[in-house]
């Protein structure tokens, strides 16, 4: 098991993924590769902590089926999410300047390098 990184690398790391998020306007698509393969949690656990931090109402169903499972990395769902709200504040007004076409553009690059990487791991 990996030991629990530092709460400013968290932070920092949330803020980076934040920026992606308020860049593109989704979060699922960077969160969980961001905890599967920068935080090391395994694929179920980066979906439930992905869950725990864009935990709103509608989530909590499913949410309640990964923690009772022990698929929920409360802590670092928690610090992650102070990273992501800094991040996406700036990602959001940073995205409202740039051209449609290369937001569009730079998103489907990240999604099919990250989708690359997951069809390639064993």
């Given at each position: 098991?990996?030991?629990?990184?530092a709460?400013?690398?968290?932070?920092?790391?949330?803020?980076?993924?934040?920026?992606?998020?308020?860049?593109?306007?989704?979060?699922g698509?960077?969160?969980?590769?961001?905890?599967?393969?920068?935080?090391?949690?395994?694929?179920?656990?980066?979906?439930?902590?992905?869950?725990?931090?864009?935990?709103?109402?509608?989530?909590?169903?499913?949410?309640?089926?990964?923690?009772?499972?022990?698929?929920?990395?409360?802590?670092?769902?928690?610090?992650?999410?102070?990273?992501?709200?800094?991040?996406?504040?700036?990602?959001?007004?940073?995205?409202?300047?740039?051209?449609?076409?290369?937001?569009?553009?730079?998103?489907?690059?990240?999604?099919?390098?990250?989708?690359?990487?997951?069809?390639?791991?064993?």
């Open positions: 098991m990996m030991t629990a990184p709460a400013w690398l968290v932070v920092v790391v949330g803020a980076l993924v934040g920026v992606l998020v308020g860049l593109t306007g989704t979060s698509a960077f969160i969980i590769p961001t905890l599967v393969y920068v935080f090391g949690l395994t694929q179920l656990r980066a979906q439930g902590t992905s869950l725990f931090i864009a935990l709103i109402p509608l989530w909590i169903a499913p949410l309640w089926s990964y923690a009772r499972a022990g698929n929920v990395n409360w802590r670092l769902g928690a610090t992650l999410a102070i990273g992501l709200a800094m991040g996406a504040f700036v990602g959001g007004r940073f995205a409202q300047h740039l051209p449609q076409t290369l937001l569009r553009r730079g998103f489907a690059v990240v999604l099919l390098i990250m989708a690359a990487r997951m069809m390639l791991q064993k």
